[in-house]
C-alpha cells in the first residue's frame, strides 16, 4: 500500500518568513482562502508538501490610499472590498464582479491575489483589474518587482511568479480616478456559477467623447483578455450607435474561444461583442 502523502502546514507573520517558509521546501505552495487550492488538491491536480499560510499576514490585509493610488493587500477579502466605501464610489467594476464570486461564504473566504495567481481565464477580478490599469507588487528571495497585470498571466494557471515568489499588493495607479467601469458575466446559473464570458470596461469620457477606453473579455482565450482594436477605435468618437455596431464586431473578433460542454465557440465570441458593447454603455452611464 502506497504511503499516505502528508502536507505540512506553516503560518508565517510575516512576508518575509512566508517567502523563507517556501524557498525551503520545492513543492510548497502559498495558501489563502484555499477555495481553489482545497478544490485542486481534492480532486488530485496539485500535491503541495508545504502549505503556506498568508492570512495571518497583516502587512497583507486591508485596503489604503497613497499618493492616489488604491493598495489592496493580497490576502483581503473579496467581502472586504465588496463593503469599501472608496472601492463602493470610485471602481464599481470591483464590485460587480465581487458580487458576483461565488456566494457570500466564498466572498467569506476568497481573497484578491488568490484569483489573479489562480490565472483562471474566467476569474472574475482579472478584467476589472485590468481596465483599471492596475499593478501587482511580488515578493522572492531576490527581492520585490511590480509587474503590469496585463504581463501577468502567461496561460491557464499560468503566471510569471517565480518559485517561492508572493504577490503581495495589488495597486490601482491614481491616475485611473474618474475612470468610469463595469462589469458583467454571461452565465447559465446565475449564482455560484462561472462565467461562459465575461466584460469589463473603464472608460474616460469628456463632453459625451471618449477619451480613453479599456475593454476586456473573460473566458474566451488562454488568459483574459484586452480588446485593442476597439480601444483605439473608441479614441474621439461619441457612442452612438455605429460605432457600438463597430466596437460589437471587434470584441466579437478578438476573442478566441474554445467550445466545451457549457458553450460552444460561435455562441461566446458573439457573446463577447454584445457583452463589450452592453457594458461600455453601463461604464458610461456611470458618469
Ligand atoms: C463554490 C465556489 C464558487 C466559486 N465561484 C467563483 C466565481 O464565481 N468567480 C471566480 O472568479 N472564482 C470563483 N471561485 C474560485 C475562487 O473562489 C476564487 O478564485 C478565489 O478568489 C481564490 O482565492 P483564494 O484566496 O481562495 O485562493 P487559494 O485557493 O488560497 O489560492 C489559489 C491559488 O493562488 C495561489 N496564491 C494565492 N494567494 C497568493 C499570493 N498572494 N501569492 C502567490 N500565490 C498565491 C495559491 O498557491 C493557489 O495556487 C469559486 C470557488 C468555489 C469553491
Known sequence: MAEPKTTEYVVPQSVGEAVEALSESPKARVIAGGTDLMVGMREGHVHPTRLVDITRIQELIGIS????????????????ILHHPTVRSEYPALVDAGQLLGGWQIQNMATLAGNLCNASPAAE????LLVL????????????????????WTGPGKTVLEPAEILTTIVIPGKVSGRLSAYQRVDIRHSVDIALVSSAVGVELSEGKV???RIALGAVAPTVIRV????????????SEEVLDKV??????????ITDV????????AM????????LLLAAERG
Open 65 to 80: 490610499t497613497q499618493n492616489g493610488s488604491l493598495r489592496i493587500g493580497a490576502a483581503t477579502k473579496i467581502d472586504e
Open 125 to 128: 477580478m482579472s478584467g476589472p
Open 272 to 279: 463577447a461583442g454584445v457583452l463589450a458593447r452592453r457594458v
Open 262 to 269: 457549457r458553450a460552444s465557440a460561435e455562441y461566446r465570441s
Open 133 to 152: 490599469d492596475a499593478e501587482v507588487e511580488v515578493m522572492g528571495p531576490s527581492g520585490e518587482r511590480r509587474i503590469p497585470l496585463g504581463e501577468f
Open 211 to 213: 477619451q480613453l477606453a
Open 228 to 239: 485593442t482594436e476597439a480601444e483605439a477605435y473608441l479614441q474621439g468618437r461619441t457612442l
Open 248 to 257: 460589437e464586431d471587434l470584441a466579437e473578433a478578438a476573442a478566441v474561444p
